[in-house]
């Protein structure tokens, strides 16, 4: 009897516990790099073919109003510790080759969160947050399985650059034949096949396209031999690139994971030489600038049943917003003997699932003392530095999505009311790692 009855408790315990894990999604985040806001199908494109991408979107939820920061380090550390990149010191410029820092070491990243909460944790890509020191590099930073590179911008077929070949699994150096994107998914497909099951992962995938340099196997340009040759490369790179997503979604389904993989797909920047090489039409600028073309960039997610299908969101959001959310949805502890650096994430699932409003009432865009912008609802404030002086833009982005019209000397209460919202962030700032070009 007393057995039985331990049994039956057993048995109720296990039941409980096998709920919360199914509650509890596998996570898969994929990055891409540079890639313009209008180049896939899902987010206005008509020259490049994106059906893996596009159908992925559909199921899924588009984010119209996405936020990154204006170039590859800074987003990454954004993304990883939802906290702005001005705390980290990584607010001008990106973390180069053997640069003697990355992202600081007393940052706890989302990977860590992940894992403390029972997750297993992999990254197949790019990292690119420090290599100088084995203690940045990804397995020190949260990850149970790293592959791919330190650097940014490697040659896509040797793998090399600065003479250095930067491809690695888990800390070895392996030289392995390949286009970096076919690796990069072939990595991924392995990881989610070999899962055991017994614990969710989070499987994070920031592959190194389409940043340059352009390169693609002859194969995937030639359905755009009537575009320009930088554009054609492009294409294919985008292209392959959306075969890749393709392989992993569908080793997501073989596996029979799908209803319980929560998808993100977002570009770490704005595509660089817009209009002529990427295109993020209707927005003006692209990588590099603080208009919504550097920092507003094509993004998705997609949870079957979770989060609603063949729908878009205007709601603003940070890319600093899934740290707190995906750790909320693993399970896992925000609370300050844990987090112990404060968040500029907020938990953007009741905006992606119940129709709630973003969670911001302002997102900062940059704090660097070269440039720096804030939006707040509507309005966006933009400033820029340099030795002859100031320049200051006021949007109303809702009238302006393109930022045709400075409003500043029409609305000067509005930039007073922006700048004092902007230097109370710009005061938080750690001093910046890279010296800002003014
Ligand atoms: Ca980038």
Redesign the pocket.
């Known amino acids: 009897m007393k057995r039985s009855w331990i049994f039956l408790c057993l048995g109720a315990l296990m039941a409980v516990g096998q709920t919360a894990a199914a509650e509890r999604p596998n996570i898969v985040f994929i990055l891409a790099?540079?890639l313009g806001y209008a180049d896939p199908g899902f987010n206005g494109g008509t020259q490049i073919h994106t059906p893996h991408l596009d159908k992925l979107a559909r199921e899924g939820t588009v984010l119209k109003s996405f936020y990154v920061q204006p170039?590859?380090s800074p987003?990454r550390a954004a993304l990883l510790t939802g906290r702005y990149p001005m705390r980290h010191g990584l607010q001008v410029g990106v973390i180069t080759p053997r640069a003697p820092f990355g992202l600081p070491l007393e940052e706890r990243t989302l990977a860590d969160a992940l894992r403390e909460a029972g997750y297993f944790t992999a990254i197949c890509g790019k990292w690119h947050l420090g290599d100088f020191r084995r203690e940045y590099w990804p397995n020190q930073r949260g990850f149970d399985h790293a592959y791919g590179h330190l650097f940014g911008m490697l040659d896509y077929f040797t793998h090399i650059r600065n003479g250095i070949v930067d491809w690695y699994r888990n800390g070895e150096r392996v030289v392995e034949e390949g286009y970096t994107t076919h690796l990069i998914a072939r990595e991924a497909v392995r990881v989610i096949r070999e899962h055991g099951g017994e614990r969710p992962f989070f499987l994070y995938v920031p592959f190194n396209a389409v940043?340059t340099p352009l390169q693609v196997p002859e194969e995937y340009m030639k359905p755009y031999q009537h575009l320009p040759e930088k554009r054609r490369k492009l294409a294919g790179m985008l292209a392959a690139l959306d075969e890749a997503v393709g392989q992993i979604v569908a080793a997501v389904e073989e596996k029979g994971l799908r209803r319980n993989t929560l998808f993100v797909f977002s570009s770490?920047?704005g595509g660089p030489n817009p209009g002529r090489v990427t295109d993020n039409s209707p927005l003006r600028g692209g990588?590099a600038t603080l208009y919504e073309g550097g920092v507003r960039v094509c993004a998705f997610a997609t949870w079957d049943g979770h989060i609603p299908a063949g729908r878009q969101l205007d709601e603003p959001m940070h890319i600093v917003d899934w740290f707190p959310t995906l750790v909320k949805l693993a399970g896992g502890s925000l609370a300050p003997d844990k987090q112990k650096l404060p968040l500029d994430g907020r938990d953007i699932w009741p905006t992606l699932t119940a129709g709630a409003p973003s969670p911001h009432q302002e997102i900062l865009l940059n704090a660097a003392p070269n440039a720096g912008a804030i939006r707040v609802g509507d309005w966006k404030l933009k400033l820029r530095r340099t030795r002859e002086g100031e320049q200051v833009e006021l949007f109303n982005l809702a009238h302006d999505i393109a930022e045709k019209n400075n409003l500043a000397a029409a609305h000067s209460d509005k930039v007073k009311e922006l700048r004092a919202r902007y230097e109370r962030w710009a005061a938080q700032a750690a001093p910046p790692k890279n010296k800002p070009k003014l």
């Open positions: 790099d540079d170039l590859c987003t940043h770490d920047n990588k």
